[in-house]
């Protein structure tokens, strides 16, 4: 047969410069080339990423985040011997960490704008290095599909303590979602390299070495999953030779954080000494047993939708067993690196002596990516098995598999979604910001337990840090079972905790009948201002 010409209608600009089609056919051609997908894809997980922060807008937490807070606020000079570096001195030789939060409040102020974009920044790094690591393994639909399924899961969006807390991660600034991103960057680029030769290999192999560097100053504990570099090459077929390619810039990152805390804290090995000697008996009631089910339990106690990595497990070892694919292998190296040591140090070495608490579900962070990169995966994999035959005859790619994909998805997304309309947001915290600045005149001192004293800080000032109230906070130990005798007859922030958090004072609340009147209310009923009548 004869080729056909097919000839375009006469008139019609479809080609040239300028041209409809010929602006949309170059779009499409540049968003077909790999890079440059790659790069807007990446925008749009990040930009949901951000979205989902502000959709929950926790206000700025106190303890760890507020310690960090501190820590960048007064770097270089942290008073390491001072309450409560001397008690946190982990906190503060995060310099991935650290650095950024500084950066961020001498770009932006001293106030909760600085808080959110440090905390936003994580978070992004965090799901794009999802969408990147299973993107490389298994496609960019695995990708984006493991990245969203991350963005609003309850392990992300329920973490604020004044309504109904899963975990902190999300909008807070802690080194899990920083730390774990940067390493699932950098898996990404160790993944991608074994497609490549020559320079291109060694550019991706030096982008590894600096997220895996990078990754340790942000979370130290992550260093566990450098063991395991050389499999990952070798099950990528990297040569041997290339583990200096990859050590190169980690030892160098190291070598620059062993410098700066030897000037800075006059102790190179600072940073190592903290987090070794963070540990010892736990306030949780733990037993052996219970240390070495921690992954199970950090994924199916906290919330139900938790099992779903649980089953991702499932699958890629059902998947590896049956393929044998080395994509597989290599995400069930990347969970068992750093599950193993999680698992030891929780409790099954000593149950007394207690260095990671792994039933945090923010422990695994790090190893998510993984399981949704074997899940994922491992549905694909499984699903190419399946004979043309059969899968032609009951329509399973055309029909019955996308319907049940979309299903699943609907039925994912009303449970994990239908929870944020009722959070509270920092919606009482805007408004007590106002309230104070309202009353700067006739409210001289608050009082508040510690917990709410160190949130309320960052609404004393506006968002970019200015003052608005001149008055003096003052706070008592959270843990206290009455209230200090200096405290009567003053006014004092109130609220009863929704989340994991013990109540104030053992229980106890303000009253009329117990001589308190109330002086002001949020909106949502969060926080109170009562003052004594005594």
């Known amino acids: 047969m004869g080729q056909t010409t097919v000839r375009e209608p006469a008139g019609r600009n479809t080609t040239g410069r300028g041209g409809p089609k010929g602006a949309a056919g170059r779009l499409r051609a540049r968003l077909a080339r790999p890079r440059a997908r790659v790069a807007w894809l990446s925008a749009l997980v990040a930009a949901c990423g951000v979205l989902a922060q502000w959709v929950i807008d926790p206000p700025p937490l106190y303890f760890d985040p507020y310690y960090v807070w501190l820590g960048a606020r007064d770097w270089p000079d942290i008073p390491l011997d001072q309450w409560p570096f001397n008690e946190v001195p982990h906190q503060v030789t995060r310099l991935g960490l650290l650095l950024p939060a500084r950066l961020a409040q001498e770009l932006l102020g001293p106030g909760q704008a600085a808080y959110f974009a440090v905390a936003a920044l994580g978070g992004a790094l965090f799901f794009v290095g999802c969408y990147l690591a299973v993107r490389s393994l298994f496609g960019d639909l695995a990708g984006v599909a493991a990245a969203l399924l991350l963005i609003v899961h309850p392990f992300f969006t329920l973490t604020n303590p004044y309504g109904v807390e899963v975990t902190w991660s999300a909008g807070v600034m802690l080194p899990d979602m920083p730390g774990a991103g940067l390493f699932a960057i950098g898996m990404a680029a160790l993944v991608t390299a074994g497609r490549r030769t020559g320079r291109a290999q060694t550019r991706l192999l030096l982008v590894a070495g600096v997220c895996f560097g990078s990754a340790y100053l942000v979370r130290e504990f992550l260093a566990f999953l450098f063991l395991a570099i050389p499999a990952y090459l070798a099950l990528l077929r990297i040569p041997w030779r290339r583990n200096v390619t990859v050590g190169a810039p980690m030892a160098a990152i190291l070598a620059a954080n062993l410098v700066h805390n030897a000037v800075v804290w006059g102790d190179p090995l600072a940073g190592l000494m903290s987090a070794a000697s963070h540990g010892g008996q736990s306030r949780d009631?733990?037993?052996?047993?219970?240390?070495?089910?921690?992954?199970?339990?950090?994924?199916?106690?906290?919330?139900?939708?938790?099992?779903?990595?649980?089953?991702?497990?499932?699958?890629?070892?059902?998947?590896?067993?049956?393929?044998?694919?080395?994509?597989?292998?290599l995400a069930l190296v990347w969970f068992l690196t750093l599950g193993v040591p999680l698992t030891l140090l929780a409790g099954v070495i000593d149950p007394n002596d207690i260095s990671l608490r792994a039933w945090l579900l923010r422990y695994w962070f790090a190893v998510l990516p993984a399981l949704l990169a074997g899940g994922l995966?491992?549905?694909?994999?499984?699903?190419?098995?399946?004979?043309?035959?059969?899968?032609?005859?009951?329509?399973?790619?055309?029909?019955a598999a996308p319907a049940l994909a979309a299903i699943l998805a609907a039925t994912y997304a009303v449970a994990v979604v239908r929870a944020v309309p009722v959070l509270p947001r920092d919606t009482a915290w805007n408004e007590l910001r106002v309230h104070l600045r309202d009353h700067d005149r006739d409210l001289p001192v608050l009082w508040a337990d510690r917990r709410l004293a160190q949130t309320l800080t960052f609404y004393t000032r506006s968002m970019w840090g200015d003052p608005v109230w001149h008055g003096r906070i003052r706070d008592f130990d959270h843990s206290s079972t009455a209230l200090p005798v200096e405290s009567y007859g003053q006014p004092m922030l109130f609220t009863r905790w929704r989340g994991q958090e013990s109540q104030i004072l053992a229980g106890w609340r303000p009253s009329p009948q117990g001589g308190w009147k109330r002086m002001w209310r949020s909106s949502d009923g969060v926080l109170e201002i009562w003052g004594s009548v005594y």
């Open 285 to 329: 009631h733990v037993t052996r047993l219970l240390a070495l089910r921690s992954f199970v339990r950090a994924m199916g106690d906290w919330h139900p939708l938790g099992l779903i990595f649980v089953g991702a497990l499932v699958l890629t070892v059902a998947g590896w067993a049956v393929t044998r694919d080395r994509r597989l292998a």
């Open 377 to 399: 995966g491992s549905l694909i994999l499984l699903s190419r098995r399946i004979p043309e035959g059969f899968a032609a005859r009951f329509r399973l790619r055309t029909v």
